[in-house]
């Protein structure tokens, strides 16, 4: 199946379903963050042995993310999809039920597998799924869904965990998913294995063959689509990217504690709203990202500038505790706005024959900023240099920008 045999309830369909397992992805990555001051009342920890639990996470899906890239270019990515979830949710039900911080450690690394498989089967299964000229708003609505699941995240959890216990919520919503996952095993068939449009049908003849996996001559020329400049220079933008917003998104609640004297009960709903803030951007950004046509850079850049001034205004107290709320909606809203435009570019740069291993390895690049970011974090408030968090904030999206204009002159 292909997106031209796809009807075109079924692609809106397969929009909404990707973008609701994304959601759970990102849902599932912030469902510890908001616990951490219980966590650390509970195992007698600091803040940086819990942003080391965060990097094992994210360590464990970046590097398989790229491995999940290849399984998508040989298997069918709903198989990949639906397999990550799956153990993503069991995971979360274990950690539920750990009685030692160490246990956390690798169960962390479970969860980090389970998540590797999102961004390379999504991005595959919406690519070969949908018509090209709706990619855009397929690629925003993806983004919108991740946004959502990191924005009801505090605020589901802090409210399980104020009446079940901790322990109970992260069951609770680890069970939950299960509902997802059927959901998705329900309607498999309408997801197209994009692998097809990369063989030529017998009328078409011969064409520029790809690298099969299964009988790659050798390493180099499968990882060969992966060394381009552009798609580099993709890998470090989603780094910086994520670094940036990562870090910050890990210990939020924390950072408005150190900063401002909010509580977490306080601090919790502006992540959320910060996060909303995004989720809204994102819808404009999809359709903006299918107009912009060469000027993908600009939009990014423009976006995450805009937000980076914000930080550093918020850094320096010019906006009263009461206020934080605007410049924090409107920093996630010029975020947002970037997020279709980014996907798109990450499309231009990759081959249908080696989709797959191209969306794992360009998006491993978050989890690579991701299990860097909460330690540094950690080590600044642990420290006492609060207001630091948000400079390094900053500076890693402004050099997220050169990174993008870099990938984007070099495009082709």
């Keep these: 199946m292909t997106a031209q045999e796809v009807p075109g309830r079924g692609q809106t369909r397969v929009i909404g379903l990707i973008a609701l397992a994304h959601g759970a992805s990102h849902f599932y990555q912030l469902a510890l963050p908001p616990l951490f001051p219980r966590l650390k009342e509970a195992f007698a920890v600091g803040y940086i042995e819990l942003g080391t639990l965060m990097t094992v996470f994210y360590v464990a899906s970046g590097v398989a993310q790229t491995g ?147 009988r790659l001559g050798s390493l180099r020329q499968g990882l060969s689509p992966l060394l381009s400049l552009p798609v580099l220079l993709c890998f470090v933008f989603f780094v910086l990217l994520s670094g940036a917003t990562i870090g910050l998104q890990s210990f939020f609640p924390a950072l408005m504690d150190r900063l401002f004297g909010l509580p977490i009960s306080e601090g919790g709903p502006l992540l959320s ?57 409107i920093a996630g809203i010029l975020i947002g706005l970037t997020m279709p435009s980014r996907d798109m570019l990450v499309r231009e740069t990759a081959v249908a024959s080696a989709r797959g291993r191209v969306f794992g390895f360009v998006y491993s690049g978050l989890d690579v900023g991701a299990a860097a970011g909460p330690p540094v974090v950690g080590l600044l408030l642990d420290h006492g240099d609060a207001r630091a968090v948000l400079w390094l904030v900053a500076g890693l999206l402004l050099l997220a920008i050169v990174s993008a204009a870099a990938a984007h002159g070099r495009r082709g």
Excluded at 109 to 123: E, K, T
Excluded at 128 to 144: I, Q
Aim: glycine fraction near 14%; aromatic fraction near 8%.
């Design 68 to 214: 999940a890239g290849f399984l998508v270019d040989r298997f069918p990515a709903r198989t990949v999809l639906l397999g990550g979830l799956a153990l993503l949710c069991t995971a979360t039900v274990l950690t539920g039920l750990a009685p030692a911080f160490w246990m956390l450690f690798p169960l962390a690394a479970l969860a980090g597998l389970g998540n590797s498989v999102f961004h390379p089967a999504d991005l595959s299964i919406l690519t070969a799924s949908v018509r090209r000229a709706r990619h855009g708003r397929a690629y925003g609505f993806h983004t919108l869904g991740g946004n959502l699941g990191y924005a009801l995240a505090p605020l589901v959890m802090v409210g399980l965990a104020l009446e079940l216990g901790w322990r109970s919520a992260l069951i609770v919503v680890g069970a939950g998913g299960l509902v997802l996952l059927a959901a998705l095993f329900l309607n498999r068939h309408l997801f197209a294995d994009g692998r097809a449009e990369a063989v030529p049908s017998p009328s078409q003849g011969a064409a520029e063959p790809g690298p099969k996996l299964g």
């Design 273 to 329: 709203l910060f996060l909303f803030g995004a989720s809204g951007g994102v819808l404009l950004g999809g359709f903006l990202a299918e107009r912009a046509g060469g000027h993908l850079r600009l939009v990014i850049g423009g976006g995450l500038a805009s937000a980076a001034a914000l930080f550093v205004a918020v850094s320096l107290n010019l906006f009263p505790a009461a206020a934080l709320a605007a410049p924090f909606v």
